[in-house]
């Protein structure tokens, strides 16, 4: 069965800090990975990574994947309240639909 | 604008009362999918729609229905609402075909069954 673990479950950081989320899968005939921020409501597009090595930047936010230690990290610098949110990791392998994690709860206080 | 428009956003039902939840699209994705979140869980795909072609998760109780009308319109309906069905449930679409899945959400219906 395909799995997706997210950690930690939950972070609390202050302002400013930078955070380092993990994503780790087993995922037959794995095709790609996807982060989501999900506030209260739908779950919003991050980024997708297929390829090892290759870091994704949008901002404050990058990610990348390594798909030989089949995990995939997403960081943020400088953090801000609005970066308050939970981050879903998914994966598709081309067979079946998304395949998400539990999710990190990431809070940023003032 | 919202490309995917879920209908009722927030939902009370009692015990055994009859749901029936909306979605609707905008941009004419041929896959649409309706998963299931509880608190602090993954979201859990409950079934998805390849064009007219139904697919139910194997897990997904009997209780949970969907129809697909046309490509624009799914619907969810639970017949027999349980307190284990107090969730959100989250609505989405995406492009078929070979490659990379990116999905877009509705901002999903909450629902609670008390």
């Known amino acids: 069965e395909d799995k997706v673990v997210q950690s930690p479950l939950s972070l609390v950081v202050h302002e400013g800090d930078t955070v380092t989320l993990n994503c780790s899968y087993e995922v037959t005939n794995f095709r790609s990975l996807l982060w989501y921020k999900q506030e209260k409501k739908a779950p919003t597009f991050l980024f997708m990574l297929?390829?090892?090595?290759i870091e994704k930047k949008s901002g404050r936010l990058s990610s990348i994947l390594d798909k030989k230690e089949l995990f995939s990290i997403l960081n943020i610098t400088a953090t801000q309240t609005g970066d308050s949110a939970v981050y879903l990791c998914?994966?598709?392998?081309?067979?079946?639909?998304?395949?998400f994690g539990k999710g990190t709860r990431l809070s940023v206080i003032a | 604008d919202a490309m995917v428009i879920q209908n009722p956003r927030y939902q009370v039902t009692q015990f055994g009362k009859p749901v029936t939840l909306s979605c609707s699209q905008t941009l004419n994705h041929n896959v649409m999918y309706w998963y299931q979140q509880k608190s602090s869980q993954a979201p859990k795909l409950l079934f998805h729609?390849?064009?007219?072609?139904?697919?139910n998760e194997a897990d997904t109780p009997d209780n949970f229905q969907s129809r697909r009308p046309n490509t624009s319109f799914c619907f969810l309906d639970i017949r027999s609402p349980g307190l284990g069905d107090t969730a959100m449930y989250l609505c989405a679409i995406g492009q078929g075909g070979t490659g990379a899945n990116v999905l877009t959400f509705g901002a999903g219906s909450r629902l609670t069954v008390l």
């Open positions: 297929t390829s090892s090595g």
């Open positions: 729609y390849y064009d007219k072609d139904f697919n």
């Open positions: 998914a994966c598709y392998s081309g067979n079946t639909p998304l395949v």
